[in-house]
DNA sequence: CTCATGTGCAACCTCCTGGTTGCATATTAG
DNA sequence: CTAATATGCAACCAGGAGGTTGCACATGAG
């Protein structure tokens, strides 16, 4: 496997910051939100409903895109956006792996006491 | 039930984004990591190892602190922070029904095609 | 062709964040 | 008691984030 990153790279801490932070607005969620229904939209589309400006989404969709979280492609005058589900994928297994470590910690200690 | 958020609430971007903005930070999911070894660390303990000052590390925590992912208890002359798993999980959650939209779209879409 | 629409780029502004230093306070060690 | 240790609190700072406005430019509609 000729990857530029190691197994264990894959659950450190600097890869996966970034991933949260582009989550960590509810703008930004929002946007993920709506782009879950698997219909690629324009720019202008995802601004609708919002009482931002095109441009505020604009810089919100780039830090989606800068993340991996979303894809764009330009169709015509138009940039049309898509969910890279996969990242998500990502964000979801770094914490089920924090999650499996807090527990197999907490088994650990119950045996310790145990015996 | 006499809770203070509905079920549909609990998913709102509202309410996950300052969530994953607490996780979206190197050293913070550094503070997380350590923490999931279930032992109730200091704030001394936890600096250590960071080039980090104490007082850094202190402002972490409370934003962890603040957004439910981490729990402290004072002992002695000691502040021991534990990890609150349960936020852990509703992250996890979010990013499932993501997810799972994001699925459902997909066979919605496809089943359309086909017919 | 002409005009409206959808974007991109850049400058600017305000507020929040991540860090630091300095000093006060509470405990525990000897 | 006295000193060392572990925190808390406040002031301060630089840089980044989220937003806006203004203007240029490409492309689609009539």
């Known amino acids: 496997m000729a990857r530029s990153h190691s197994a264990a790279e894959k659950w450190s801490p600097k890869r996966a910051a970034p991933l949260f ?3 960590g607005d509810e703008t930004r969620l929002r946007l993920v939100t709506k782009l879950g229904r698997a219909e690629p939209m324009s720019i202008a589309h995802l601004t609708h409903g919002t009482d931002l400006t095109r441009q505020a989404v604009t810089k919100h969709l780039r830090v989606l895109e800068g993340a991996g979280i979303v894809k764009s492609v330009k169709k015509g005058r138009e940039s049309h956006f898509e969910l890279a589900p996969q990242k998500i994928d990502d964000a979801k297994k770094w914490l089920d792996v924090l ?14 006491v145990e015996r």
Chains 1, 2 share one sequence.
């Open 21 to 23: 932070a582009a989550l």
């Open 99 to 112: 999650s499996a470590q807090w527990d197999d910690a907490l088994e650990r200690l119950r045996d310790l």
